[in-house]
């Protein structure tokens, strides 16, 4: 199954738009494999995983 994005735009009090977040996740996983911000200019970063392993069980 592909991965999901969802986007959340934070706003300033005045309205106009301050920071455009992306969530790229998994649902086979159920665990978010990258965030993206976007504050409107040409500096837009990603954070994301390259390795992703299991919790040990207790």
């Keep these: 199954m592909p991965a999901n994005t969802r986007s959340s735009r934070l706003l300033a009090a005045d309205g106009s738009k301050t920071l455009l977040e992306s969530v790229?996740?998994?649902?086979?996983?159920?665990?978010?494999?990258?965030?993206?911000?976007?504050?409107?200019?040409?500096?837009e970063s990603t954070v994301g995983y390259e390795e992703i392993k299991p919790l040990k069980s207790q």
């Design 24 to 43: 790229l996740y998994s649902p086979d996983l159920a665990v978010i494999l990258a965030k993206r911000y976007d504050d409107g200019t040409a500096q």
